[in-house]
């Protein structure tokens, strides 16, 4: 496989992430259904944020000739199935949501942890997904202390 085709590989797996947290943000605020203004006002700005960073990294990978992934990740599929499941059977109080988005959030920073971890990533690749990480941590981190202080 090429550096190119490598790279746009990498990149896509990323959108892809990005999609599944479009996805998982969007179904967490359709279950909010106006309960709590704050995490609606959360949600609506996670799904904004992904879109961005989707967006910016699809221009990368068509700026590599390539198409951007459209889809979401096998992975993400199974865990909002596993979401929805869940939901079935217990309620989904505040604590939860958050604590939800929180594993959500883990899963893109392994991915984008990952994705820095390919060496054959080209410096400026590198420095943009080192930017798109610490916002994730930052993210986290807000949602980690939203979480905390349901206890």
């Given at each position: 496989m090429n550096t190119n085709t490598a790279t746009v590989e990498t990149l896509n797996d990323l959108?892809?992430?990005?999609?599944?947290?479009?996805?998982?943000?969007?179904?967490?605020?359709?279950?909010?259904?106006?309960?709590?203004?704050?995490?609606?006002?959360?949600?609506?700005?996670?799904?904004?944020e992904?879109?961005?960073?989707?967006?910016?990294?699809g221009k990368e990978v068509q700026g590599l000739g390539g198409e951007m992934e459209t889809g979401t990740t096998t992975g993400?599929?199974?865990?909002?199935?596993?979401?929805?499941?869940?939901?079935?059977?217990g309620g989904h109080d505040r604590r939860a949501?958050?604590?939800?988005?929180?594993?959500?959030?883990?899963?893109?920073m392994r991915a984008y942890s990952?994705?820095?971890?390919?060496?054959?990533?080209?410096?400026?690749?590198?420095?943009?997904?080192?930017?798109?990480q610490s916002t994730l941590k930052t993210e986290h981190d807000k949602i980690k202390r939203m979480r905390d202080a349901q206890a």
């Amino acid at each position: 496989m090429n550096t190119n085709t490598a790279t746009v590989e990498t990149l896509n797996d990323l959108i892809g992430i990005n999609n599944d947290r479009i996805s998982g943000y969007e179904k967490a605020l359709k279950d909010n259904k106006g309960k709590d203004a704050d995490l609606r006002a959360l949600f609506t700005h996670m799904i904004d944020e992904s879109r961005t960073m989707r967006n910016t990294l699809g221009k990368e990978v068509q700026g590599l000739g390539g198409e951007m992934e459209t889809g979401t990740t096998t992975g993400g599929k199974l865990y909002r199935a596993w979401m929805e499941l869940k939901s079935v059977f217990g309620g989904h109080d505040r604590r939860a949501i958050l604590s939800d988005c929180e594993t959500e959030e883990d899963a893109a920073m392994r991915a984008y942890s990952q994705a820095l971890q390919e060496e054959h990533l080209p410096a400026y690749l590198r420095e943009l997904l080192t930017l798109q990480q610490s916002t994730l941590k930052t993210e986290h981190d807000k949602i980690k202390r939203m979480r905390d202080a349901q206890a």
